[in-house]
């Protein structure tokens, strides 16, 4: 069962690249205080992720911080190698946090796996975006098949926006 709004999010150990190699943090450490976009990609270097998903995000990063994102965050059942080479690839900087989710701990603990194995990506994470606020889950757009609907940084934008 998928998580739903109103949920807090599990607090599962995932890895961040960095200088030195792959860091552990938990989830709830990252994603637990302040108000987080998390987005979850199928996979670094596929190309609707790096052609569109996290650029969306790195485009309109000044539009998320000025409707009161602290953190952005991308997810994704990669290695941490992988994630730094993708987010170095796409020059990422300090813009997004990026999480390996390496083994899909996190991605099953919420229920949102995706079984790739038909194309040869194995289990991976559906395509995603949530915010969180102090780590429950205030919004949910997951994305209805393939493609790129709801879960862009232009659909989280629209989201926050007051009405």
């Not at 998320?64 to 020059?91: H, P, R, S, Y």
């Not at 995706?114 to 969180?132: E, F």
Request: net charge negative.
């Amino acid at each position: 069962m998928a998580i739903e709004v109103g949920a807090k999010i599990p607090d599962i150990e995932v890895q961040v690249p960095g200088p030195d190699g792959p860091k552990p943090v938990r989830t709830g450490e990252v994603l637990g205080s302040g108000k987080v976009v998390l987005f979850a990609v199928p996979g670094a270097f596929t190309p609707t992720c790096s052609d569109y998903h996290l650029p969306s995000f790195l485009v309109r990063h000044d539009e998320l911080k000025a409707a009161g994102i602290d953190t952005i965050a991308c997810i994704a059942v990669n290695d941490a190698f992988v994630m730094k080479a993708w987010g170095e690839a796409q020059g990422v900087d300090d813009k997004v946090v990026l999480l390996a989710d390496g083994n899909g701990a996190f991605t099953q603990a919420i229920g949102l796996e995706l079984d790739g194995s038909a194309v040869g990506l194995g289990t991976r994470s559906q395509r995603y975006a949530m915010v969180l606020e102090d780590g429950v889950v205030t919004l949910l757009n997951v994305e209805p098949g393939p493609g790129l609907t709801v879960s862009a940084a232009d659909a989280v934008l629209e989201a926050l926006a007051p009405r």
